[in-house]
């Protein structure tokens, strides 16, 4: 799987839109981005993912860029509730739906009143 | 909803002893994966499982051992828990082939080995 580079911190207000940063800069045409975040105390949780376009979910959006190379993740309207570590990962299923994922350490967003 | 259960929230052991944690889902998934997270080390794979009775190592597989015998269950075993085995143990299941692959958490066991 291709190597992710997040900011380690980031601020936001609240209701602001909250912009998360990933670069994927050796990522395969096969590789999809997946976004994860995880809430204090509480298992990871999927965002959304992407291959080539940018989709958007009630949770979020993402921008892919044109070379596939880094992504963004975008809430709209942060809330106190959106303070989490937020994971990208890039990864394609193996021969035989084996998956492995690796998370790094990702990006804790806090969300400021 | 998906749903991924683990058997504790909150565990305490002594050094030596065998511990089991446990993890059922239920939404017929293939495949079943243990975790651990350590602070600034982030999440990593120790063993997962891609059918019943199949497993494979992860990427820190020392010092554990799993078992799945049905399904929905996948269980890890500390054979003799050690202190540096205290940590957040995670537990995941998804379905094979799919996409999106998405993998679906429990909400964690707090292993503190004494």
């Known amino acids: 799987d291709a190597k992710t580079t997040q900011p380690t911190s980031m601020d936001c207000a609240e209701g602001r839109a909250a912009n998360l940063p990933c670069n994927h800069s050796?990522?395969?045409?096969?590789?999809?981005v997946y976004w994860y975040r995880q809430i204090h105390s509480q298992g990871p949780q999927y965002i959304i993912h992407g291959l080539k376009n940018n989709e958007t979910n009630e949770m979020a959006s993402l921008i892919i860029t044109e070379d596939r190379k880094s992504s963004t993740l975008i809430l709209p309207h942060a809330t106190l509730r959106d303070t989490a570590v937020y994971y990208c990962i890039v990864r394609v299923i193996e021969a035989g739906g084996y998956q492995k994922v690796t998370f790094g350490i990702g990006t804790k967003l806090q969300v400021i009143p | 909803d998906v749903k991924v259960t683990q058997s504790s929230r909150y565990l305490v052991k002594r050094t030596g002893e065998k511990v089991f944690l446990e993890c059922v889902q239920d939404?017929?998934?293939?495949?079943m994966f243990w975790y651990r997270q350590d602070p600034g080390l982030g999440l990593r794979l120790i063993y997962f499982s891609y059918d019943v009775k199949m497993k494979e190592k992860g990427d820190i597989p020392e010092g554990y051992s799993v078992s799945r015998e049905k399904k929905e269950r996948f269980s890890l075993i500390l054979e003799s828990a050690s202190t540096n085995q205290t940590s957040m143990y995670l537990c995941a299941s998804s379905f094979s082939g799919k996409v999106p692959n998405i993998q679906y958490f429990g909400a964690g066991t707090r292993l503190s080995v004494l």
């Open positions: 939404m017929d998934h293939e495949n």
């Open positions: 050796t990522i395969s045409g096969n590789e999809y």
